[in-house]
Structure formats: C-alpha cells, structure tokens
C-alpha cells in the first residue's frame, strides 16, 4: 500500500529560528511532490511544489527532495507565528491521485 | 483563473435527515474533481473522485453518494446521515490535461449532526 508517512507533531519552533519538517513516501515511482499548509477550521492550501531532486526556494520556503532516499522536506526560515498550522505532505502516484500524510503541527513560539 | 466553489460553509442537520453538499469549478474544462472528508485532528480521507461527468470512483463505502451531472460541477449526497458523518468536507479539482500542479481545495463545509 502506498503510504506518506509524516511525523504528527506538535513542533514547537521560536520565532524567528527554522522549521523542518519532514516526510518520507513508499512508491518509487512518485514524480510530483507537494507541501499544503492548513490553518485550524480552514481548507489546506498549496505552498510548495517539487518535482526533481535537489532544493526549491520561494520566499522563506524551501523544499527539498531526495528520490533515492524517498524523503522530501520544507523549511520554513525566519519562522512567524502566522506559519503555525498543520503542514501537509502529499505525492503523486502513477495516475496523478495525490497520497497525503497526516500532517505536522507546527507551532512557532512569540 | 480557475476558482472552485463550495456551499454551505457550515451546516447542523439531523440524524438521519438527507444532505446535499455542492462543489462547482470555473475558469476550466474537464477537471478532475474529489471529495474529503476530514474528522476533527485527523488527515484527509478520499471518499470519492471523478474524472468526467457521470464517472464516479469510490474510495470508501458508506452511506455518501456523489454526482458529477455537469462538467465541472460535482455533488455530494446522502438519503440519510448518521452522526459519523460529521466532518469537515472538501472539494477539489485537478487539471486533467498538461502538467500536474496538484489539487486546489474549496473552502470546505462543516458539518455537524446532531
């Protein structure tokens, strides 16, 4: 079965310090790798997408993946309390459906 | 641009009363629309998705149905809800065609029976 497999949290991070979060995904054959912030009571929303090895920046967002090692993470530099939420991984499968994890709890601390 | 549209935002019915929950994309043709489910603190659950109109693949039986009568409008139903059917629902779309950027979510409905 084809699992995204997400550390559930909370992480707590000091503002202004980096978040890592982390998450690792069993189908070799993913090729599209995304990250979805949810805020409480809201619907999730795409931050970041990825789709070869290596770093992706925007803004204070990074993400990285490594297909080899089937790991994909994003940091969150200069963390705000405005980035606490739950932080999604999700990745493709062969027919483009999108294999999410449970998500992260990410809580920065003023 | 693409937007997609979901009502109610919030709605309390009662056991066993029926539901209908709508879901509709603008901006493009032929989507690949899905319906979430999520408990509260839990992940997101596929309950159904649709890769054209009157094609319909279910993730989880139960009693939900959902309709896809036009092309980028998408339905979700039930004759009669149980109070595990509360949740906050999601509706999504993807493109079909061309390169893949994911889903984008509605703003979702909660639900509570009571």
């Known amino acids: 079965q084809k699992e995204v497999e997400q550390n559930s949290g909370p992480l707590s991070v000091p503002e202004g310090a980096i978040a890592s979060l982390n998450c690792t995904y069993s189908d070799r054959v993913s090729q599209s790798f995304f990250w979805y912030r949810q805020y409480s009571g809201k619907s999730p929303e795409l931050i970041m997408s990825i789709y070869s090895n290596g770093d992706k920046e925007d803004g204070r967002f990074t993400a990285q993946l490594n297909k080899a090692s089937q790991y994909v993470s994003l940091l969150i530099r200069d963390s705000q309390p405005s980035d606490s939420a739950t932080y999604l991984c999700?990745?493709?499968?062969?027919?483009?459906?999108?294999?999410w994890g449970a998500g992260t709890k990410l809580i920065i601390k003023p | 641009s693409q937007t997609i549209h979901q009502w109610p935002a919030t709605l309390v019915q009662p056991v066993g009363s029926p539901l209908s929950l709508e879901c509709t994309v603008e901006?493009?043709?032929?989507?690949?629309l899905y319906w979430y489910r999520q408990a509260a603190g839990r992940g997101l659950q596929l309950l159904f998705y649709?890769?054209?109109?009157?094609?319909i693949s279910s993730e989880v039986p139960q009693n939900l149905s959902a309709s896809r009568p036009q092309d980028r409008q998408f339905i979700l139903s039930s004759k009669k809800l149980l109070l595990s059917d509360s949740g906050f629902y999601l509706c999504?779309?993807?493109?079909?065609?061309?390169?893949?950027?994911?889903?984008?979510f509605g703003s979702g409905t909660r639900l509570t029976v009571v």
């Open positions: 999504a779309w993807s493109a079909s065609l061309g390169f893949f950027y994911g889903y984008t």
């Open positions: 649709s890769v054209g109109i009157g094609q």
């Open positions: 901006g493009t043709s032929n989507p690949n």
């Open positions: 999700a990745v493709s499968d062969s027919n483009y459906q999108l294999i």
